[in-house]
Nanobody, 127 residues
Framework: EVQVVEYGGGSVQAGGSLTLSCTYSGVTFIVSDMGWYRQAPGNECELVSLIGSDGLTYYEDSVKGRFTISRDNAKNTVALQMNSLKPEDTAVYYC?????????????????????YGQGTQVTVSS
């Protein structure tokens, strides 16, 4: 059974930094994509960033240049370094991993539960 534990999150002022990380255990398959999604209250879930097994990355436009995703394939971990945080980054962040590609285009009304997902961690950025 795959177990996922998310770390990090918290409250910071605008301009501050936070690092989220996620550790997967019990993985018996080859992990393809790993990534992060987020959902703010009253908003749809949105993709934040993805990283493939080859290290190829994808970032949502609003976080480009501020967030950096990384992964350790040997340890099955994924991290998201978030710098220059803005109030609009406030959301619950969910990590995700799967043997298949994770979705980039999300359907309205869906949750942020993609692939093997974490429990979610709150990030709050105050102005």
């Amino acid at each position: 059974e795959v177990q996922v534990v998310e770390y990090g999150g918290g409250s910071v002022q605008a301009g501050g930094s936070l690092t989220l990380s996620c550790t997967y255990s019990g993985v018996t398959f080859i992990v393809s994509d790993m990534g992060w999604y987020r959902q703010a209250p009253g908003n749809e879930c949105e993709l934040v960033s993805l990283i493939g097994s080859d290290g190829l990355t994808y970032y949502e436009d609003s976080v480009k240049g501020r967030f950096t995703i990384s992964r350790d394939n040997a340890k099955n971990t994924v991290a998201l370094q978030m710098n220059s945080l803005k109030p609009e980054d406030t959301a619950v962040y969910y990590c995700a991993a799967d043997s298949l590609p994770l979705p980039k285009r999300l359907f309205p009304g869906g949750t942020c539960h993609y692939g093997y997902y974490g429990q979610g961690t709150q990030v709050t950025v105050s102005s």
